[in-house]
Every structure is written in C-alpha cells, then in structure tokens.
C-alpha cells in the first residue's frame, strides 16, 4: 500500500559541475496526490534536482525509480519524462513569442492533434478550457500573439498548457507565482490543490512561505545540494523554516579573523534616493576600502545596481549618481560576459587595460607581459603559459583571469557579479584573500553575490528587495537570519497591480510596408489614372511578379533566422533551364528541374548537418547556379516553351494569368505558414531548443523550409520564363539583396523568426513602385535606387523610434 | 610534427596555398613556360580585391552578421571622382587621393551610425548606401568622357622592384599594416573582442561605438583607394565595375580564416584567399574552361574551406 502511494523515487543521487556539488548524495521521493515543497537559499540545488527528475540533466549517480518502475538514468530525456507523464514549467518560459496563444499550445501538445480535421478550432478550445480550469476569468484571448501578452499571461499560458496534458501524473512549477498577481495565485492555489486530491503529483519551487504553508502537504529544505529537513507542513511554520535554511551557514565562518580596512575617502560612490527604470530610492554612500556584499533573493535588484553603476560611471550625465574613480567590472556568467573564447589567457587579462588605452597606440608588449603575469601569478591561475587558451582551464582558473583582468587596469572600483559561482572551495578562500587585500589598498568592492557564506566576507552588506536596499548590515552585527527575515518578508507584497493590465496595442508587423505601399500607389494614380484600373494593375504585376515570388522565399528563410544569398541566382537558373533544357526535351527539363529543387533543399540539410553558417553556403551556391547557368547558356536568349508562356498568359475574362499566379502563390504561402507543420516551422525560428523538447526534428524543419523557399523560388524563375520568353542568367541577381530588404521592410527581423509574407509582399511592391512612381513624376530613373535606399532607411528608423516608446512602457 | 599539423589546423588558408602553388605549376607546366611572372601577374590583379578585402575583414570581424555590402558603390563612384579630379594630370593626384579619402571617411562614417544609433543590421544600412552611391555614379556617368590616366599612376601601376609590381608591395605593407593593428594595438584587441562577445567587450570596458565607427570608416577608405587603383589601371571609370567585389571579398577572407561570425581576423589568409581566387580564375582560363565553371570551382572551393574549418572545430571537442 506505501508503495502505490509513491510516484518518484530518487535515491542517492549526485550532480557535479566542475569544483561544484550541485546535488550531493540527495534522496527524494514525491508522493501522488501530494504538494511538496521544495525551499531553500539560492544555489541550494533546487532547480537541479527538478532538472534531473525531468530528464532535462544527467546525475552522476544514483536511481530513480517511477511509478515502481526504475530508470536508465544515464539515457533518461525530457521525451522520456513526458512519457511518463513528468512536465515542468520553468523559470525561463519555453513558449516561443512568434506564434498565437493557441498555436503555443498547439506545437507542445501535437499529439493530441492527430486526428483532429480543423486543428485550429480544436487548440484554441483546448487553451480556452485549459486557461478557464485553472484561472476562471481569466481575459487572455486565445488568439492573441504570445508577444503581445505581458509576462504574467506569458506565465499563465505556460501553466495552463502543462496542466492540459492528458496523462499528467506529476508537475514541477519552478518559482511559478513570481510574477504572478495575488488573484490569478489564489485561483493556481486552488486549482493545485483540486487536481491534487484527484492525484497528481506537484513539486512546488517558492520563495514565499506563506504560499508554502497555505498550499504544500510536505515541506523538503534544501541547503548546498542536500536535504537540510523534511516535514509534514502542520509540523512546522514560517519562522522554523527561516531558521533552518539559514543556521549553519554563518556559524562555521564566525571565527573568521577579520580587519576592517581604513576607509580611503578619494574612491566613493554616492547614492542619493537614486531611482531608475529598475532601481528604486536607493540611497548609500560607499568609500574606497569598503567591501560591499548584495544580497537577497535573487531578481531583486543586485545585478540592475552594479550594472548602473558600471555603465553611468562611463557616462557624462550620471542623474545625481557620484562616482569618483575608475571602475571594472568582474563578470560572473563568464560564458556570456566573461570570456573571449577564442583568446589566450594573456588576451583576456589585458583587454581592460588595452580599452582603456588610446585607440591606436601600439601596445607596448614588455609592459603587458609584466602585468599579465603578475596578476595571474598573484591569483595563482593554473596553466602551462599564459598562451594558452583561456577554453582550457577550468572555471575557478577563468574567473581568476577575469579578476586579473581588473586588477591589471589598476580600477579603484571594482565590481564583482557573484564571480564564485562553480568554483571550488579552495580557490574561493583565494579569491576572499584577493578581495580583502584590494580593499585594503583602498579599493572600493561592490559584490554581488548569491553565497550567502560569502557574506562573511564584507564589511558592510545591503539586503535588496524590489529594487531598494531593504536592509543595512555592518560586519558582525546581525544575524544571518535577519538578512533572511528582510529579503523573505517582502516578497509577498510586491505591486503586481499591472502585471494584467494589456499592453497598448502594438501595430502589426506589416503596417509600415502596407502604408508606404498604399501611399505609393495612390500617388502613382493621382498622377496617372490608368495606373488604376484593371489594366493598369495587370501591367504593375508583369513588372512585379518575378521578384514577389523571390521575397516570398526569401521570407521562409529569414523566418528561421538564415539569409540566403543565393535565391536571386537559383532563379536565374531556373530561368536558364526552362529555355534551354526545358525547349528541347520536356521531360528531361523536368528532371533536372526537380533535381535542382532537390539540391537546393539539401542546401538546409547540410546546413544542419554541418553547422555551419547559411550564409556562406549559400554564398558558394550562389557561384555554383551561376555557374552552370552560364555554362548552360552565356549571352542571354534562348526560347521558352510555348506552354509555359501559355501557362502565364492564358487568356481568360477575368484577369491576366501572371496576376493569378501571384494571388495563389502569396496566399498559399500565408495557408502554408498557417499550416500544421508550417506553425511547427515558425516555432523553430523563436525558439529552437523549446521546439526541440517538444519533439520535432530539427533536420527536417531545415530540409522543409529550404524545400518550400526552392519551391517559390522555381516559380519565380518560371514566371521569368513565362514573361520574357527567353532567359537572362543575370536578370534576377539583384532580386538576393532586394528581396532581403523587402522581407525586413515587410516588418521581418532578422532572427526570432518574425516575418510575414503579406508584409515581404507590401515590402517587394513599395520598393518597385519607387521606380513607377520617379517615372510618372518625370523623375530621372536614375534616382530609383537612392530613392529605394532611402525608403528603406526610412521605414526601418521609424519602426526603431515605435520599438523604443514599446521599450520605455 | 604535431605543432605544424596544429599549426595547419588552426591556419586552413594553408589549404588555399597549397591550393594556389598546384594551380600555379599546372598553368606553367600546361603552357610550357614555368616561371613567376604568371604568378606575379596573377598577384598584381589580386592585390587590388586584397586592398578591400582587408575593409571587408574588419566590418565582418566585428560581429553579429556584419557585411559591408556599399563596397560595389564606394569603388565605383570613387573610379569616377578620382578620374574626374585626376583628369590625366600628375599635380591633381594628391588633392584627388584627400578627397576621395575625405569622401569615403564620411561614406563609412554614415554607415556606423545607421549600424550604432539606428540599429539597422549593417548588411541592410550598407546596402541602402550602396543604392545612394550606385546612383552618384550613375549621374556622373552622363557627363563622363575621360580616358586618360596621370603618367604618374601609369607609372606606379607599371613599375616594379625586382620584377615586383610596386602594387603588390603596397598591399603586402598594407597587410603588415593590419597585421600589426590587429595584434599589437588597442583598436584591434578591441575589434577582436566586440565580434567575440559584445556583451564582454562592454562590460571590459571596450568602447563599442567607437571601435565600430572606425571599422566601418576604414572599409571604406581603402575600398576608395581601391577605386582610385583600379580606375587607373582599367584606363576608365565604368559602370558597374564594382559589382563583383562584394561576393569575391567575402569569399576571399572565409577561404582564409577569418570567422564570418565575427571575432577572429586572419591576415595572411585574406592575402592567400585573395590570390587563390585570382589564380583559380587564371587557370581555368589557360586550360579553356567557361566562366560558368570558374563559378562553379569558385563556389565549392567556398564550401569545401568551410568545412575544413569545422572539421577542425569538431576534432577539437
């Protein structure tokens, strides 16, 4: 009977980063049916054992056992956790912010879409039902783009979309309520503890006990990657478990000799109710000789502090922040604002100093040997020769190198964000060492840090909650549960008032191209009527169709986040053959045309297959399609098949033949990114790794995608063929530039997978009507392409100023 | 041993070396007179795409994508303004170099500030430029009829030192120039971290804006002094002469190491490149193959590189 009671099972398990114990010797089990908290201070090991569990990471060692039924933990994967009916919502959302509410849900949760006729109909009720079980009221609509929700919706949708998983057993929610109002927190409760008594299983990550107490069966207190205590939750209360986290920590440290340096009043930074975007009346006055600790729960300002300080300390205006001194600033994340990966461990020292350095005064390399060897020989970085790539050392040995790097440019204030992180004990009673004889040079330290052992350490600390300094500590004189009591209590009050309220509607991607377009085109008419009527369009079109149907493929690849330089050559080739291959042997032209439509889509498997950069190989392609163009014909001629001629001029009374091929390429473009796959495509360009889990093969959503673009690509080159009836190797190549810049006037970015192909429409035709519009003005044609350049530059510096006002809201 | 092969492995313009000696003896031996005045010549006519290929290296090495694509437009209009200003008199060829400098220096500097303050990713910013300056040349086209060319500049294109082009030792100075700004000054240590990590180089204290702002000036630059070279050696300002230059210097630094990701520079490499992709063009000449298969050659020699280096990335794991 005890046995069906549990869910999961993990025993003894182990987790090593590098010097780091993420998880040590841990055992833990989860009960169906039950809410288990888990707590604890930051790096206690929280998210990675809910990693493990999930089959996000490997452990080292230890079993897991599910439902009774134990598990390769060495092969264990997140599709492997779905199976079994395991689903996480993560801190970081996985939604990817290009697609629908609906659509969101659709992609995580394909499976149950297989049968279905009208899929859309069927996820948007599955999102609706979803959203309403678990927060009745809610407003979000299902149809809504994901980017246009704030980030609490963002939250709710995430939620909601695990818990519509069929066969869910157990739920891991990291941190869910965190940006959470208290009402839609309330309806998650109830909502937890209803599905709860029907049996799944949840793992509840929070720091706000209240919400613990009022919620969880059980309570798991973790402390540097092991259990500290587990209870039943009537055993025990707010204030217990305040204690329990935090005692032990300060105690083993107490004894620590420690001077406090003299003060070294020239080096100071002055705070007077100092506010900005994410800083709030913060006020402090720090001095050279002071070593200064952040600290609180993580996202509550430390990093946005030091961030201010390094970045207005380059700045003439300041906004009322003092700062007398030079400042460095000792990266922590070294992976993404640390390191120079492909750099030696000299080059990475030195940078400082050498940006600091006139631009082109040759360095004088004696001077930077001498400073880079004294730094990393007093920090005592483990390599063979400075020569080395900073790659090869470990952690501990590159955060040396990047504290060398602002001791060598001899900084009176420097800033250090939590550079401890994943280094071993040893070397971090190093680093202690380095800090406190800095301060006693009279440096002023500000460090960041989520150690709270490292407190120790300082000489003064400031608890930050909501962005404001909650709490001042000197050394010695607190307690370490006081600086818990500060940083918790808060918590719970933070304004969430307008977490829900709906950001201003932002304009669609494709306005600014629609606009320009439709201003074009009613100057074009004003100036001459014929432009238009029936006629007048059918003409606009000749002009317009070859290098429409280019930006509509042009648009499938930006769409994920490639630029092909190729397409305007691939068109002129298909040009080529059609009116030399094609005209002498009909099924031969078709089979090479369908193996160069074959080559090219391989261009998206080899991209893949390689990793290697798009636009270099489509760069050679590029050569390549020229190259056999013109060795299929080098001066331009040849002749067209009458039918395909016929195919885009046929007669009929309705319009001419080359206007209905555009009107069915361009809408089916649109049906085919509104497809199934083509939403599971567009998620690829947001969010790959999101995607990736979810279960769709990357291979071949490349492959397709570069398929699809061939595809709209050979149509171009066959309406090349079919208006001028002979062939011109050269005629489409400055459609590859062209058509780039249509995609990213029609709203497009470059990554983020942010494009719509009406918008690449409007885009093509804006930059074609420019040359219409100088013709009828009398304008010299020569003026087209300024014209064109300037359009562009235009439209993209206006979309800058809205996404600023977006930015500043 | 090991240190050549690691030496080869990091360095993959050795392949395009090696490339070009075999390309150099089968064109001596095919044409019976084996010598180094094909591979001078050769040289001589790289040398004017290395001039920009050395601008193109430093705006992708910045990072991010960056490409410079006005080059086609900068090298053209500056053939005709230098040929305008020059007008086959020795005593306009400095205030021709000054102004064309001068031009190009705000040509570049433009470029930035669409790159730096209006956020416009560079390939699109440079490529608006490129349809400004394509239509200056065009204007200037109508009223152009000169053909003459400044003894002075004839001379300098014709002369030689021990049996060297006088053009081929700028662009080998020109090389040492930037090899040196590259390693041992501040402006390179420091275009070399921003493409690595821009997010790094600020917090370093790497002044971003500046260090691109120079990048984008100095293509430019050379890419006008490649103008003002090529004109006197065509005889004439065309239009449309440009027009290869963009794909060939982009083409040119890949095959020679440099990261179009960003980051890392190889200068030898960019010169090797440069001369790889002139003798490719040669050889194929000599033995009669079409400009359809120089193209084809040029395009999988650009991929076969390319995989090189991320072989080598992989072994490295």
Known sequence: ?809 | MNKALSYIKENTWIWALIGSTILWLAMGISSGQLGFSSLISNANTAAFLAIMAFGQMLVVTSGRGAIDLSIPGVLTLMAFISMSIINGKNSMIVPAFIAVIAICAAIGFINSLMVIYLQIPAIIATMAMNYILTTAALLINKHFSIFTVAPVLKAFLKGKIFGIYFSIILVILLGVFFWFLLRKTSYGKSLLALGQNKNAASLAGVKTARVEMVTYILCSVLTGIAGILVSARVGSAVLGMGDTYTMDTVASIVIGGTLISGGRANVPGTLVGCLFLGLISAAMQVIGCSVGAQNIAKGALIILVLMLGTFQKKSAK
Not at chain 1, 70 to 97: P, W
Not at chain 1, 598 to 605: D, Q, T, V
Request: glycine share 8%; hydrophobic share 40%.
């Open chain 1, 1 to 809: 009977m005890e046995n069906n009671k549990c869910f999961i099972e993990a025993k003894d398990i182990l987790k090593i980063y590098g010097p780091t114990i993420a998880v040590n010797h841990l055992d833990i089990t989860i009960n169906k049916g039950e809410v288990l908290a888990l707590v604890g201070g930051n790096g206690a090991g929280k998210s990675t054992i809910t990693k493990i569990l999930s089959g996000v990471i490997n452990c080292d060692s230890g079993s897991i056992t599910i439902d009774g039924e134990a598990i390769d933990t060495n092969k264990y994967s997140t599709a492997d956790a779905r199976k079994k009916g395991i689903f996480v919502v993560h801190q970081e959302l996985s939604l990817c912010k290009n697609l629908t509410v609906y659509e969101n849900f659709y992609v995580e949760q394909y499976q149950q879409f297989y049968k279905s006729h009208n899929w859309r109909k069927t996820a948007k009720e599955l999102a609706k039902k979803a959203l309403d079980n678990v927060f009745p009221g809610n407003t979000i609509d299902v149809n809504a783009g994901l980017n246009t929700l704030t980030i609490a919706q963002q939250q709710m949708v995430e939620i909601a979309r695990a818990t519509s998983t069929p066969d869910l057993k157990m739920l891991v929610l990291d941190e869910p309520t965190s940006s959470l109002p208290t009402e839609e927190t309330n309806q998650l409760q109830e909502y937890i503890k209803k599905t709860a008594a029907n049996g799944i299983a949840y793992v509840y990550i929070s720091h706000r006990l209240k919400e613990i107490m009022y919620l969880a069966d059980r309570v798991f207190i973790m402390q540097n990657g092991s259990k500290k205590h587990e209870c039943l939750i009537s055993e025990t209360n707010e204030q217990d478990m305040v204690e329990r986290m935090g005692s032990g920590i300060g105690s083993q440290n107490k004894k620590l000799e420690f001077n406090t340096p003299a003060l070294n009043e020239k080096v100071s930074i002055k705070m007077d109710n100092y506010s900005s975007k994410s800083l709030k009346n913060i006020s402090a006055q720090m001095y050279g000789g002071e070593i200064i600790c952040l600290t609180g729960l993580e996202g509550n300002g430390q990093l946005e502090f030091i961030q201010e300080i390094f970045y207005k300390a380059r700045k003439r205006n300041k906004n009322g922040l003092e700062i007398n001194g030079k400042v460095a600033y000792v990266a922590g994340d070294r992976k993404k604002d640390g390191n120079f990966p492909l750099w030696s461990i000299k080059d990475n020292t030195i940078i400082s100093n050498l940006a600091n350095s006139l631009l082109f005064k040759p360095l004088n390399t004696k001077n930077v040997n001498d400073l880079v060897n004294r730094w990393n020989g007093r920090l005592k970085t483990k390599c063979n020769s400075t020569d080395e790539s900073i790659m090869s050392l470990s952690g501990g040995n590159q955060q040396k190198v990047l504290i060398a790097r602002a001791m060598a440019v001899d900084a009176d204030i420097i800033i250090l964000d939590d550079p401890t992180r994943g280094v071993d004990v040893e070397t971090k009673l190093e680093l202690y060492e380095v800090f406190h004889e800095a301060a006693e040079n009279g440096k002023l330290i500000i460090w960041r840090t989520s150690d709270d052992a490292e407190l120790e350490y300082c000489t003064r600390l400031f608890v930050m909650t909501r962005g404001t300094i909650g709490a001042e500590f000197e050394h010695g004189k607190y307690e370490h549960s006081d600086i818990l009591k500060v940083a918790f209590e808060n918590q719970e009050k933070k304004d969430l008032k307008k977490a829900l309220e709906k950001k201003a509607k932002q304009p669609k991607l494709y306005l600014f191209a629609l606009i320009t377009t439709i201003i074009l085109y009613t100057i074009c008419g004003i100036l001459s009527p014929t432009v238009l009527s029936k006629r007048g369009v059918e003409l606009l079109a000749v002009g317009y169709a070859p290098f429409i149907f280019c930006a509509l493929s042009q648009t499938f690849i930006i769409g994920l986040g490639h630029i092909d330089l190729s397409v305007g050559a691939f068109m002129g080739l298909v040009n080529v053959v059609t009116a030399t291959i094609l005209d002498h042997n009909t099924a031969f032209g078709i089979f090479v045309l369908i193996v160069l439509l074959a080559a090219y889509s391989l261009m998206g498997l080899f991209i893949y297959w390689r990793n290697v950069p798009p636009i270099i190989v489509t760069l050679g392609m590029s050569f390549v399609w020229t190259g056999i163009a013109y060795n299929l014909q080098d001066m331009p001629g040849g002749h067209v098949p009458e039918w395909m001629v016929n195919l885009f001029n046929f007669k009929n009374p309705v319009l001419n033949g080359i206007l209905i091929w555009l009107i069915i390429c361009i809408i089916a473009s649109i049906l085919i990114y509104r497809s199934k796959y083509g939403t599971a495509l567009r998620g690829y360009g947001n969010n790959e790794t999101a995607m990736k889990n979810s279960g769709w093969s990357k291979a071949k959503a490349y492959f397709m995608i570069y398929f699809i673009a061939g595809c709209f690509a050979m149509m171009g080159g066959f309406a090349q063929s079919g208006i001028t009836g002979a062939s011109d190797v050269n005629a489409s190549s400055t459609y590859t530039m062209l058509t780039v810049a249509a995609v990213i006037i029609g709203g497009g970015y470059f990554s983020g997978g942010v494009v719509t192909h009406f918008g690449s429409v409007c885009g093509a035709i804006s930059l074609t009507m420019v040359s219409i519009l100088l013709g009828l003005l009398k304008v010299n044609t020569d003026f087209t392409a300024t014209v064109q350049g300037l359009v562009l530059i235009i439209i993209l510096s206006i979309r800058l100023i809205k996404k600023g006002e977006k930015a500043n809201e």
